[in-house]
């Protein structure tokens, strides 16, 4: 397993979760209709001061999975963490990894104070995860958004450098 610089070979795996039900049903942006050109845009704008977006790719260098941290903010030392992973990815530790290499490069390269991120309440499984991490819950949005036409909280989790286990 690695982390690696997502590139167009990528664009296909990533537009086939997008369009998975399976996979999109807990985010609030619309994947289900993008398309190739939106992956592609993505992509190419993957690397920048303030958005880090990682392929995250088995021993093949085949794309299981995005890892991102967004909205970084080097004057207060924050970023905002993201994962998905394709549906037949799913279970065989490479959110685990891929996520330790991402607080690895967020406090020892980047030099970031804190990582923060939400979840739908509901995302059982994710909050678990989160929390296997080391994320810990800093509050509740309550009804915060409509997600599915239906009103939805968010926890909040963030991770400080001092407790990020190396």
């Given at each position: ?89 799913q279970g065989k530790g490479y959110a685990r990894f891929a996520t330790q290499e991402i607080l690895r490069i967020a406090f020892e390269e980047?030099?970031?104070h804190k990582v923060y991120l939400n979840v739908w309440k509901e995302n059982t499984h994710a909050v678990g995860f989160y929390e296997h ?34």
């Amino acid at each position: 397993m690695k982390l690696r610089t997502l590139c167009e070979k990528d664009a296909a795996s990533m537009l086939a979760w997008m369009q998975d039900p399976a996979v999109n049903q807990f985010f609030r942006a619309d994947f289900a209709h993008k398309t190739m050109t939106d992956v592609l845009s993505f992509i190419r704008g993957g690397q920048s001061a303030s958005e880090r977006h990682y392929a995250i790719c088995d021993d093949n260098d085949a794309y299981q999975g995005t890892i991102s941290l967004k909205d970084i903010d080097k004057e207060n030392g924050t970023a905002e963490y993201a994962i998905v992973l394709r549906r037949q990815a799913q279970g065989k530790g490479y959110a685990r990894f891929a996520t330790q290499e991402i607080l690895r490069i967020a406090f020892e390269e980047l030099g970031l104070h804190k990582v923060y991120l939400n979840v739908w309440k509901e995302n059982t499984h994710a909050v678990g995860f989160y929390e296997h991490m080391g994320f810990r819950r800093e509050g509740e949005a309550r009804e915060q958004i409509v997600l599915h036409g239906k009103r939805c909280s968010l926890l909040w989790y963030g991770i400080l450098e001092n407790e990020y286990l190396r």
